[in-house]
């Protein structure tokens, strides 16, 4: 059984960079074909896609977000990074980490406010 | 970048009544579309995956249909607990999109 979970600052000040942490268990990415996106909500509006990175170390951003972001995993200890520079309020948002092409499995999220 | 569009962005109706949502992409994505439904304060859930195929647990009364770059979610007969904001996924590309959800409320 797959499960993940966001960790990370409730709050940021503006033009800060934030570091977010999806621990997981029930997979490896050893095995073929695993994959971590991270999605963001904005309160009360849609969901959005930001990054993913795949078992080989493969990684994907949003093409309009990707001079922000950074996607890592750290296999040893099952986490996969993010991390958002130059943090803005329009940023505040509920973080997401989930698993595969389409999300099967997500994280309960954790909101991240940016103000000063 | 594909962009994905949902109509109606608000959908009113009665318990029993039959719901349908409509997603079109902005370029073909064959049939790697996904449906999710969420409630508030709680993260999505994965209803359909590859347009029409039904999530494990989730009612029948639930049912995807579509392909190339027109797609719908039907509720059959719509219960309380499907009140919610629903949202199509392309996973056609390595940007995967999301339409703007529909949000289905109690007439």
């Known amino acids: 059984q797959v499960t993940l979970k966001e960790s990370g600052p409730a709050l940021v000040k503006p033009t800060q960079t934030l570091t977010l942490t999806c621990a997981f268990s029930?997979?490896?990415?050893?095995?073929?074909?695993?994959?971590v996106s991270w999605i963001r909500q904005p309160p009360g509006k849609a969901l959005e896609w930001l990054a993913r990175?795949?078992?080989?170390?493969?990684?994907f951003y949003n093409t309009a977000l990707r001079t922000r972001l950074t996607v890592s995993k750290d296999t040893s200890k099952n986490q996969v990074v993010l991390t958002m520079t130059n943090m803005d309020p329009v940023d505040t948002a509920t973080y997401y980490c989930?698993?595969?092409?389409?999300?099967?499995?997500w994280g309960p999220g954790t909101l991240v406010t940016v103000s000063a | 970048d594909i962009q994905m569009t949902q109509s109606p962005s608000t959908l009113s109706a009665s318990v029993g009544d039959r719901v349908t949502i409509t997603c079109r992409a902005s370029?073909?994505?064959?049939?790697?579309l996904a449906w999710y439904q969420q409630k508030p304060g709680k993260a999505p859930n994965l209803l359909i995956h590859?347009?029409?195929n039904l999530e494990s647990g989730v009612p029948s009364r639930f049912n995807g249909s579509g392909s190339g770059t027109e797609f719908t979610l039907t509720i059959s007969s719509l219960q309380p607990e499907d009140l919610a904001t629903y949202y199509c996924?392309?996973?056609?590309?390595?940007?995967?999109?999301f339409g703007q959800g529909t949000k289905v409320e109690l007439k």
């Open positions: 996924q392309e996973y056609n590309t390595y940007s995967p999109a």
């Open positions: 990175i795949d078992g080989d170390d493969e990684r």
């Open positions: 370029q073909s994505i064959s049939t790697w």
């Open positions: 989930a698993f595969g092409s389409y999300f099967r499995v």
């Open positions: 029930g997979f490896s990415f050893r095995a073929s074909g695993m994959r």
């Open positions: 590859k347009a029409s």
